[in-house]
C-alpha cells in the first residue's frame, strides 16, 4: 500500500475555489492510478475523478465535470485536485485513493479533506 494524507480543504463561498493535494509516501507511486472521492453528511461516498498512471485523459463524474480538474505529479508523489466554481452540493470530506495497477479496487485511502461549500 500507499500512505496518502490530503491537505487544502476548508470553508468557501460559492462560486469560489479550492486546491486540494494528496501527499503519497512510497516508492511505487507512478505503479498507481489515482482518484479523488467524496462523502457528503448522510450519503455514501462517490467518486469524483481519476487519473491514470500515466496521467493522461482523466475521467470526471457528471456532476463535476468542467469545474474539477485532476493532475498528478510523479515525481513529487502528489496528486491535486483543483476545484472552480463551488457549489453547495460539493460539500463534504474529499478523499484520496489510490490502485495499484492489477488490483480491482481502490485499497490505499487517505484520512479525508474536509471542504464546506456556504451559500
Known amino acids: 500500500q500507499v500512505q496518502l494524507v490530503e491537505s487544502g480543504g476548508g470553508l468557501v463561498q460559492a462560486g469560489g475555489s479550492l486546491r486540494l493535494s494528496c501527499a503519497a509516501s512510497?516508492?511505487?507511486?507512478?505503479?498507481?492510478?489515482l482518484a479523488w472521492f467524496r462523502q457528503a453528511p448522510g450519503k455514501e461516498r462517490e467518486f469524483v475523478t481519476a487519473t491514470s498512471w500515466s496521467g493522461g485523459i482523466p475521467y470526471y463524474s457528471d456532476s463535476v465535470k468542467g469545474r474539477f480538474t485532476i493532475s498528478r505529479d510523479n515525481a513529487k508523489n502528489t496528486v491535486c485536485l483543483q476545484m472552480n466554481s463551488l457549489k453547495p452540493d460539493d460539500t463534504g470530506v474529499y478523499y484520496c485513493a489510490a490502485q495499484l495497477i492489477g488490483e480491482p479496487d481502490f485499497r490505499s485511502w487517505g484520512q479525508g479533506t474536509q471542504v464546506t461549500v456556504s451559500s
Open positions: 512510497g516508492r511505487s507511486f507512478s505503479s498507481y492510478h
